[in-house]
């Protein structure tokens, strides 16, 4: 069959052409609109509360009156709460996306628990905050407690782990693995010393992710009864505490309009220590990445 030359015409070439720049304008668009909002978000946050932060404001505790408010309570909550659920879903998570990628038997059962765990990482947040209302406050009797409110979180972003986790492992090529076992490595050293670090930086990428997630959520806080404040620091893995967002939250749906400048503080120390911990983890990945 002879080949049938395309067909070009003037007509053909410009309407090709205004597509290719429609698309290229709309893509732009987008980006420059969430670039818009992103930074009316930002200036309206800073204008509003740059002028509460002050050595006052992180020495301070919570306070009905917005000119003694402070997040010592809060910052020092989330910071301790982040101790326990970082470690905890990252073990977890990791731990179980390597038995469902290099150990589990593929069959129905598997399928099927790998697809409930995709479905999980979409459920509401305040479903996770019944969950753990049930085991851990009420069944365990650990109350409204840090380690309670840790293990809740944790289980909030342990699906977004393992999925990201699943596909990071499964990213490996297959010949690595088998220039590996060629070498007479066994199926453990083979994970620990190739597949691991192949693929940790994709790994602490989806972390990453989830633990921005979890240090800003306020749903299950909510159900679990976490104070919005205290006016002590946590002593103990039981000890009550209070975090950033339930503080910010009870301080925006306060009337008075002072506190709306409290809270916008409060959301920029927040953003701060979400920066922190990004900055730590991109750095962490970058640091495995060169040694791939």
Known sequence: MANIPLRTTPKRIQTRIFINNFIKFLFLSSVLFACVLLGVLFFRIISEGAGY??????QNFGSRFPEKAGVKAALIGSIYL???VAPVSMFIGICSAIYLEEYATKNKFTDFLRMNISNLAGVPSVVFGLLGLTIFVRALAM???LLAAGLTMSLLILPVIIVSSQEAIRSVPKEIREASYGMGATKWQTIYRVVLPYAIPAILTGSILALSRAVGETAPLVVLGIPVIVQFLPDGLLSQFTALPMQIYDWAKRPQEAFMYVASAGIIVLLAL???MNS???FLRNKYSKRV
């Open 280 to 282: 730590i983890a991109i």
């Open 53 to 58: 932060l002050s050595a006052d404001f992180f």
């Open 274 to 276: 979400l920066i922190i």
């Open 82 to 84: 982040m101790l326990i």
């Open 143 to 145: 109350g409204n407690s």
